[in-house]
């Protein structure tokens, strides 16, 4: 049932209104998962009994009313090659036992649960104006339609979104496209010629690059497109006097190098602002542009727009969540006879502002506080009670000496304070002396254990016995543990995002940690996190990360 509903809604969502057209979604196996109002009457089916049917069983029929074979049905064919195609001479059998003889047109079409099919048609009896010459026949640019919707509708990324664009209309419409894009700041860039050629696209990055600004006189088509105008027709003759402006000259020079005979250039408008504009040309096609195409152009261009519109809002908030996130992460304090690194990887998702933390601090017994956290959530809350809670935890260990006392009083103070979430935490501090060199000494409230590597690359957790998270409300006993740092060896703390997956949970991500870690032993610490946070991180996690590594170096130990 999931399946249908997620069909319908995306059938719903493609083709908002068919018109006087039937439409059908089938998933990869053919059967019907989402049909239209109006299909439904044409067929006089009740939506119970068509979804979940197969439709070659329940529909088609040759001119006697008999089931074919699949291999010999053109409308199986079209869907098991998942091909955009057309056709006639087929008969769909309708609930009422009588044959309706229709015209259809099968375009890929994605259901939610993976590939599937749209299947528009209409009666065959009908007669429907023959379409002018090199024009697109109008069930042919409503299948276009759709299929462009549910391609660029399933990308965030603005140059992705233009990539389809290109699969769509080479070479149905046109071959050659191309996409001039304006930037937050006003800058124009070419940033897509292509020619479809042979069979294959092929980008033509010599004539792609910046622009001349848009004058604001300037009446050839390029320009009005760019300032909003609606779409014209173009060709090289509008390009062969005296330039205007600078894009003319651009405009001259593109329909010289690329043969392009005719044009029609529409602009690419988001819900408020003009993006850019798209052109298609025909040089290899005869067939010259008219103006009965420039609304199909006008209705692929709205919906790139849109697309691209919502990719930059997409990215827009992904930089402020990053940025917010990064300025809310301190700097590393210069620590005599230690290095210290951090690395902070955002989640890829621009809504998860993480919870995840580092922190490095001067004690006032002159040794060096060190955490790393994590606080349940994953939104801007979440980053508010992060910053609050590492804010407490410096205050407390600048007045209790020893980590388990500080935790255990932030545990306490947390049960006190409105909205705090749990969170997990690992607390220490470095210390020196002539005789013993560094030691790390730290309490552990439900984190993932820190990771000890030697100079001759033998890793090893600190397993030692966690204590409860905090924010339970529950009290309890909180140790500590110490341990010798070698000169050369590297302490590695991080958050959960980097060894936990979803589907295999934590401790495969902790031997691979502990394995990729000795191997990058001898490496400098920016690029044993950098390595590890790309090598380590399991595929299918998709929370923020936190690494903070110290290394003692091998000239051994500080004179206090």
């Known amino acids: 049932m999931q399946r249908q509903d997620s069909a319908s809604t995306a059938l719903s969502r493609a083709v908002p209104a068919l018109g006087d057209l039937g439409g ?25 009994a068509a979804l979940g049917r197969d439709h070659h069983d329940l529909l088609h029929r040759d001119a006697e009313g008999h089931i074919g074979p699949r291999a010999l049905c053109p409308l199986m064919d079209a869907v098991l090659s998942r091909a955009a195609c057309s056709g006639g001479g087929l008969s769909f059998l309708r609930g009422d036992g009588l044959l309706l003889p229709v015209r259809w047109t099968a375009t890929p079409f994605p259901t939610g649960s993976g590939p599937g099919t749209l299947v528009l048609f209409h009666p065959g009896s009908v007669d429907v104006p023959p379409a002018a010459e090199g024009t697109m026949p109008e069930l042919h640019r409503l299948a276009l339609l759709a299929e462009t919707t549910t391609s660029l509708s399933e990308t965030l990324n603005e140059l992705e979104t233009v990539d389809r664009l290109a699969q769509l209309v080479l070479p149905r419409l046109a071959d050659w496209m191309v996409v001039d894009l304006i930037a937050d700041g006003g800058d124009i860039r070419r940033t897509h010629v292509v020619q479809h050629h042979d069979g294959r696209l092929t980008r ?27 779409a014209s027709l173009a060709g090289p003759e509008v390009y ?35 993006l850019g504009a798209l052109t298609l040309g025909r040089g290899d096609n005869p067939v010259p542009f008219t103006t009965s195409d420039l609304s199909l152009l006008e209705d692929i261009t709205r919906r790139a727009g849109l697309a691209i519109s919502n990719s930059r809002l997409y990215q827009r908030q992904r930089r402020i969540s990053e940025t917010m996130q990064r300025h809310l992460l301190p700097r590393l304090p210069d620590v005599p006879g230690i290095e210290l690194h951090a690395s902070y990887l955002p989640a890829p998702d621009a809504s998860q502002v993480g919870g995840d933390w580092y922190d490095a601090f001067t004690l006032p017994d002159d040794t060096t506080g060190l955490a790393v956290g994590d606080v349940a959530g994953h939104d801007l809350e979440a980053a508010a009670r992060m910053a609050q809670l590492r804010n407490m935890l410096r205050a407390l260990a600048w ?130 996190c950098e390595r590890l946070i790309e090598d380590v991180r399991p595929q299918d996690n998709d929370d923020d990360v936190v690494l903070l590594a110290v290394r003692v170096p091998d000239t051994g130990a500080p004179s206090s």
């Not at 990869?28 to 989402?34: A, F, K, L, M, Q």
């Not at 000259?249 to 408008?269: C, G």
């Open 24 to 48: 059908y979604v089938v998933d990869e196996t053919g059967r019907i998962v989402s049909v239209n109002d109006y299909g439904l009457t044409l067929l006089r089916l009740t939506r119970a």
């Open 204 to 230: 033509h990055p010599d004539l792609e690059g910046p622009i001349p600004a848009v004058t604001a006189q300037s009446p050839l088509p390029l320009s009005r497109a760019l300032r909003g105008s609606g």
């Open 240 to 274: 062969q006097g005296a330039p205007d402006s600078g894009i003319a000259v651009v405009q001259r020079e593109l329909f010289l190098a690329t043969h392009m005979h005719s044009a029609v250039i529409a602009p690419i408008r988001g819900p408020r602002e003009v």
């Open 399 to 528: 007045s209790e000496p020893h980590p388990p006392s500080a935790v255990g009083r932030l545990d306490q103070v947390m049960a006190r304070t409105p909205g705090m979430s749990t969170a997990t935490l690992i607390l220490g501090r470095l210390t020196s002396t002539p005789q013993a060199g560094w030691t790390w000494e730290w309490t552990n409230a439900g984190h993932p254990p820190p990771l000890l590597i030697t100079r001759d690359g033998r890793a090893a957790f600190l397993r030692t016995p966690r204590s409860l998270l905090l924010g339970t409300g529950v009290h309890v006993a909180r140790g500590r543990d110490s341990v010798h740092l070698a000169p050369g060896s590297t302490l590695l703390l991080y958050t959960d995002g980097l060894i936990e997956s979803r589907s295999r949970g934590i401790e495969p991500g902790l031997a691979r940690l502990r394995r990729h870690a000795a191997a990058l032993a001898h490496h400098s610490l920016g690029v044993v």
